[in-house]
């Protein structure tokens, strides 16, 4: 690349609003949400449009320039952070942030790359409607990222993760083409669904540039439930009563355990426990009813209670009076996160097993982590109704952060994952692999299907420069996929 003729023309095409190389402006996205990895980037381009975003791609690839697409910055496996070698572009789509239409008798939301999840609840909401997808970090992460990583959060149990929300897709390719897949079809039987190709790749494939998403009616009544018992063993069978005694009703079942907790009531000012007491685990629900049914779901609700006393299932429970309990309610599930970043470094996992075996698995790990890591505490928590839990191992107290990630901290992750490789698992269930898990993946990846990745990045990636270094592993021998 010519430095000179490549910012030359870069600037040209995007105006002083589209591109910066100011330190101040680009260093604070250089540093992923976790605080795990650095980067360093030439310079930060921010385009308002698809075409700008093709313009741009076209002109990297004129110039061997790398790219980095970035949405919120809140993904957990360092995908949207440069490496340290300061060629790449980071290209930010929080410019383009525009929510196109919303139309509530075809349940579909047309909405740009940079629309900020929380700013979309918001839209859909004002007209009726709400979109079925929803996390802690629904302040920051943004839609492009959301589709890009294929996010779960705490509704999957009921509606499925991002991939299921896209209807349709608009992404700009390696070579700057621009694919339009926006028409949402019920019925279209041309060949491969490339969006589903698109959606979760990372941004190694194409730049996700817009979508039109799923929307479904809003809830007219809900009743959130905190629930008390033993064992996780314990709150997997309250989990099938409530599928078989609520159905389509149940829309939430999340768990954490009382130490988890109570970090959390730490992290909180003037926060309290839900429960007047103390239980080994606990169980977040929520049951979701439509409008007008408020004595239907209170009845259901209570009765689903008062047999699970009855059978012994849980210690205690309450459930929420009125709307502003129910979000405290959530509120100190949604901050685990902030909570346990505050206690220290860590090693976060999030993996998933078969539904049926996730007590068992939970059961086994943390005691073997513990007992051959003295000091370390391990937790786990989230999405059992998935078979879906974040199983972290916060450090001893006093560690070196930075030697402990790379040393402990590593061999910890590498034993997780073997485990949940040996319990016919996944090393990731919702967070994507970034460059936090590439090597693991192709440690443990199934010969076949990493075969099957390298070769459909080398078909629309030959040069490389989408998101290099992330999801995909190298091929044996270093050589570039």
């Excluded at 921010?46 to 313009?55: D, G, I, K, N, Q």
């Excluded at 075809?106 to 918001?122: D, M, N, P, R, S």
């Excluded at 790749?201 to 008390?228: C, D, F, H, Q």
């Amino acid at each position: 690349m010519t430095e000179t003729t490549f910012f030359e023309e870069a600037s040209a095409l995007l105006g002083p609003r589209g591109l910066t190389r100011d330190p101040e402006l680009v260093d604070a996205w250089l540093t992923d949400w976790r605080g795990r990895f650095k980067g360093k980037a030439c310079a930060l381009a921010s385009p308002a449009s698809a075409e700008e975003v093709s313009a741009l791609v076209k002109l990297c690839a004129k110039h061997d320039v790398p790219i980095v697409p970035q949405g919120g910055n809140s993904g957990m496996c360092g995908g949207a952070t440069p490496d340290e070698s300061g060629t790449a572009v980071l290209l930010s789509l929080r410019r383009m942030d525009a929510i196109r239409a919303i139309d509530a008798d075809a349940g579909q939301a047309v909405c740009e790359a940079g629309v900020i999840l929380q700013k979309l609840h918001e839209a859909v909401e004002a007209g009726g409607m709400r979109f079925p997808l929803t996390l802690g970090g629904k302040g920051s992460a943004t839609i492009g990222g959301l589709i890009s990583t294929n996010a779960g959060g705490t509704q999957v149990l009921q509606h499925g993760s991002m991939r299921a929300q896209v209807l349709g897709l608009e992404a700009v390719l390696a070579d700057g083409q621009i694919f339009n897949a926006m028409t949402a079809l019920k019925k279209d039987n041309r060949g491969f669904d490339l969006k589903q190709l698109l959606i979760g790749s990372e941004g190694t494939l194409g730049i996700v540039t817009a979508a039109t998403l799923r929307i479904v009616p809003a809830i007219g009544e809900r009743r959130v439930i905190w629930a008390g018992m033993d064992s996780l063993e314990t709150a997997r069978a309250l989990l099938l009563k409530c599928q078989h005694g609520a159905g389509h009703a149940l829309e939430g079942f999340e768990v954490l355990a009382q130490s988890t907790l109570e970090d959390v009531l730490r992290h909180l000012p003037g926060s309290r426990g839900p429960l007047a007491g103390k239980h080994a685990w606990h169980a977040l629900i929520e049951l979701v009813a439509e409008p007008g049914e408020a004595g239907k779901i209170d009845q259901l609700a209570e009765g689903m209670m008062v047999s699970s006393f009855e059978s012994g299932l849980i210690e205690d429970a309450t459930i929420a009076a009125n709307e502003s309990q129910a979000e405290a309610f959530w509120l100190l599930r949604d901050s685990i996160a902030p909570a346990e970043r505050e206690k220290g470094p860590a090693v976060q996992h999030d993996i998933s097993v078969p539904v049926e075996r996730m007590p068992a698995f939970v059961a086994a790990a943390i005691p073997r982590i513990e007992q051959e890591w003295p000091g370390t505490e391990a937790i786990a928590f989230g999405h059992l109704g998935d078979g879906n839990v974040h199983f972290h191992v916060i450090a001893p107290n006093d560690v070196d952060p930075s030697r402990w990630y790379e040393t402990d901290g590593k061999t910890i992750s590498a034993q997780v994952y073997e485990m949940v490789t040996q319990w016919d698992g996944s090393i990731s269930a919702e967070h994507g692999i970034g460059q936090l898990k590439r090597d693991e993946l192709g440690r443990l990846g199934d010969p076949v299907a990493l075969y099957i990745m390298r070769k459909v990045k080398q078909a629309l990636d030959p040069q490389g420069l989408l998101n290099p270094g992330k999801l995909v592993p190298l091929a044996q021998g270093g050589a570039t996929p």
